[in-house]
Nanobody, 115 residues
């Protein structure tokens, strides 16, 4: 069973920055993909960014150029650096980890972008 511990959410003004972290533990096998999803109030959950074991990345069009996803050398912690935040970035951000064929979700950390 994989445990995920997220941190880094909070309240920030438009144009500000936040860094989210998600540490995974308990996996007996290599983690294939780590990523972040978000769910805004009244909307469906959507992919924000993900990174695979080869360090290939994918981003939602809405965050390209503003957000950067990365992993530590041990490939058990994933980071999401969020810059130039906008009110529409507000939501609950959940970490997602895939250890094929399974996937695991964090409990989520809230990000609020408001003046």
């Amino acid at each position: 069973q994989v445990q995920l511990v997220e941190s880094g959410g909070g309240l920030v003004q438009p144009g500000g920055s936040l860094r989210l972290s998600c540490a995974a533990s308990g996996s007996r096998f290599s983690i294939n993909v780590m990523g972040w999803y978000r769910q805004a109030p009244g909307k469906q959950r959507e992919l924000v960014a993900r990174i695979n074991s080869g360090s290939n990345t994918n981003y939602a069009d809405s965050v390209k150029g503003r957000f950067t996803i990365s992993r530590d050398n041990a490939k058990t912690t994933v980071y999401l650096q969020m810059n130039r935040l906008k009110p529409e970035d507000t939501g609950v951000y959940c970490c997602n980890v895939r250890v094929e064929p399974y996937e695991y979700w964090g409990q989520g950390t809230e990000v609020t972008v408001s003046s």
